[in-house]
């Protein structure tokens, strides 16, 4: 849905209005060849370990999803509810494509899988996430990924 | 995503982003972006396609061999094939009209039976279990102020209450048979189940509560704007 038309009101006029950040450079970083890189998803689904607490509104935090985590401890736990649901419910790769990465992996076609994974509050100021990112590509480094695939909701 | 796929970048890191709105990674203009036509909340397309997800992934994860960025934002060719109402799908029966309770209890069956197909559920976020999601929210809509012991507020306690019950009818609607389409879920929930009007009648009662938290969280999150009656 993410043609403007498909949205229903008033998510529309708050998805395309939504106040987006500028940056005067784009960083361009280039890497081995798919086929040798470690990929690590990023989503912004805010996803939590069950028994753990919900994100906060506006947190500026990261969790980080160890790759083996049972599909049964994820929960999701996105502020806004105005956006489907039913899909995750039946199928955590529309959010989490842990499961479609390792398929890459097992034809060969990317290098390997993170240990860990990574997940955010969307809705929250990216300008509150500079310690966030920082953690995360601290853990990045430490398990020598390369790439990342960042996945909103 | 798009700010963030920045900041990582800007650290030694390759990244692309899928978008699901394209305007928005316009304006960002991170180094790789793949927009989908993916509904919000399935931005890797149809939940069980997995021939379709590989093909979202791949595109995006082509973008990191590419060398004329940046900026570069691709479009998904085709649209995930979830989107039109599945007229084959049939609607669990809710026979306790007006009665949460009895409603919920005559569903657990085929929330067992989700759990099962899916190896999972996606109910959790409460900390509560549904025998006793009857009792707490009637106590909210006799104005009380129940909690549970893992969660801050009664507002916070209510609004993952009502999460967690979309989430239990949600896997309900779909323990049989072929997928419904996301409206006929939503539509189902909203219009045919007396869980659908509780939420309904929890909003009213929060939206009149002196408890400012509740009233906030409870105009905003308990119901979503389209469903709203």
Redesign the interface.
């Known amino acids: 849905m993410a043609r403007p038309e498909d949205i229903p009101q008033p998510t529309r006029d708050a998805v395309l209005n939504l106040p987006c950040p500028a940056f005067e450079t784009t960083p361009f970083v280039s890497g081995p060849p798919l086929s040798e890189r470690r990929i690590a998803i990023l989503t912004s689904a805010a996803l939590i370990k069950r028994g753990d607490q919900p994100f906060p509104f506006g947190s500026g935090e990261v969790r980080f999803l160890p790759a083996d985590i049972a599909p049964n401890d994820l929960l999701l736990s996105h502020v806004s509810i105005n956006f489907d649901r039913a899909g995750w419910q039946r199928d955590i790769n529309v959010v989490f494509p842990i499961d479609r990465l390792r398929d890459l992996v097992a034809t060969g076609e990317i290098g390997g899988v993170a240990d860990t994974h990574y997940t955010v509050m969307g809705s929250t100021d990216p300008a509150a996430m500079e310690a966030a990112v920082d953690q995360i590509a601290g853990q990045l480094k430490q398990e020598r990924i390369d790439s990342v695939l960042l996945t909103p909701v | ?24 990674a316009e ?5 790789r972006a793949l ?14 396609d ?1 021939v379709f ?2 093909r979202i ?2 595109a ?3 973008l ?2 590419r ?1 004329d ?3 570069i934002l691709e479009d998904f060719p085709d649209d995930p094939p ?2 039109p109402d599945n007229r084959d799908w049939v609607a669990p029966t809710t026979t306790s009209a007006g009665d949460f309770a009895g409603e919920l209890t005559a569903l657990l069956p085929q929330w067992q039976a989700a759990q099962v197909r ?5 109910v ?2 409460s900390f509560q279990t549904p025998d006793t999601w009857p009792a707490f929210a009637e106590a909210v809509l006799a104005g009380g102020l129940p909690k549970v012991p ?2 801050d507020t009664t507002a ?1 306690a209510v609004r ?1 209450l009502c ?1 967690d019950i ?2 239990l009818y ?2 309900v ?2 323990a049989a048979g072929s ?2 389409s ?1 409206r006929q ?2 539509t189902w929930f909203w219009r045919q189940t007396a869980a659908g009007a509780l939420l309904q009648a929890l909003r009213r009662t929060a939206m009149v509560s002196e408890n400012n938290a509740l009233k906030t969280v409870g105009g905003r ?6 469903w709203v009656v």
Request: overall charge positive; proline content about 10%.
């Open positions: 995503m798009c700010a963030l796929a920045h900041k990582l970048e800007e650290r030694g890191f390759s990244t692309v982003a899928i978008a699901s709105v394209r305007v928005q304006k960002t203009r991170p180094p927009w989908t036509s993916a509904m919000l909340g399935r931005p890797v397309g149809e939940p069980g997995p997800q590989l992934i791949r995006a994860l082509a990191l061999q060398t960025g940046p900026v979830g989107w899916f190896g999972r559920t996606s959790g976020l893992q969660l916070l993952f999460d979309k989430a949600g896997e609607a779909q997928a419904p996301a879920v939503d999150f308990f119901v979503p704007t389209p």
